[in-house]
């Protein structure tokens, strides 16, 4: 069967130092990958999402990047983070396009 | 724009009840919409999956109905439990652009012993 895996599940960092959130999944091959957001009161938001290895697409224009190492290895970076970056980072994957997606257990992000 | 609303935002009902929980959305050109479960602190798990072709999509106690053309789906959990205590989210992927997921801010329930 497949799973996800985040790491870490909490973080606390100080403004203006680097990140980096890992997520992998186990059991398929060439899935498509996703980073999501979701802040106090507010819906889910789209961050990145990638559809092979080096393939990453932006939705939002972000302090953050992402990057796809190896086919189910998902990297969420930042080189300074800002205290708008606070919440909880979730990662998701799915088969392909309009299937399913399963997610993460998430990472939450504190600023200070 | 997709938008995405849920309604009630909570909901607290005794156990045993039937309960319909609320989703509505903006663009009716849709791909698929998907109904998570989230407890707290913790991910989301993915209830149903009904595609734009579809009415309706049943799994245990869990039904989703979906109305394209109104916009609107709904989750009926019938003889609710304390473990259905959650937040249910509402996702909504549109057609014509990829990957495009718009999700609801949610209806947290708690269902009371």
């Known amino acids: 069967s497949q799973t996800i895996h985040q790491w870490p599940a909490t973080l606390v960092q100080p403004v203006g130092s680097p990140l980096s959130l890992e997520c992998t999944v186990e059991g398929t091959s060439n899935p498509n990958l996703y980073w999501y957001r979701q802040a106090a009161g507010r819906g889910l938001q789209l961050l990145f999402y990638?559809?092979?290895?080096?393939?990453i697409s932006s939705e939002v224009p972000q302090n953050l990047s992402a990057s796809r190492p190896q086919d189910r290895q998902f990297i969420l970076s930042s080189k300074k983070l800002l205290l708008s970056d606070s919440g909880f980072y979730l990662c998701?994957?799915?088969?392909?396009?309009?299937?399913?997606?399963?997610f993460g257990d998430g990472t939450r992000l504190s600023i200070l | 724009k997709q938008e995405v609303t849920q309604i009630p935002a909570a909901l607290s009902v005794p156990e045993g009840e039937n309960l319909v929980l609320n989703c509505s959305f903006t663009d009716s050109a849709i791909y698929n919409l998907q109904w998570f479960r989230q407890d707290p602190g913790k991910g989301l798990t993915s209830l149903l999956l009904i595609q734009s072709s579809q009415r309706e999509q049943t799994s245990g106690r869990l039904n989703a109905s979906l109305d394209k053309s109104s916009g609107r789906s709904t989750l009926y959990i019938a003889a609710s439990q304390p473990g259905d205590s959650a937040t249910y989210l509402c996702?909504?992927?549109?057609?014509?652009?990829?990957?495009?997921?718009?999700f609801g801010i949610g209806t947290k329930l708690q269902v009371i012993p």
């Open positions: 996702a909504v992927m549109n057609s014509g652009g990829y990957q495009k997921v718009t």
């Open positions: 998701a994957w799915s088969v392909r396009q309009g299937q399913p997606q399963h």
């Open positions: 990638s559809v092979g290895i080096g393939q």
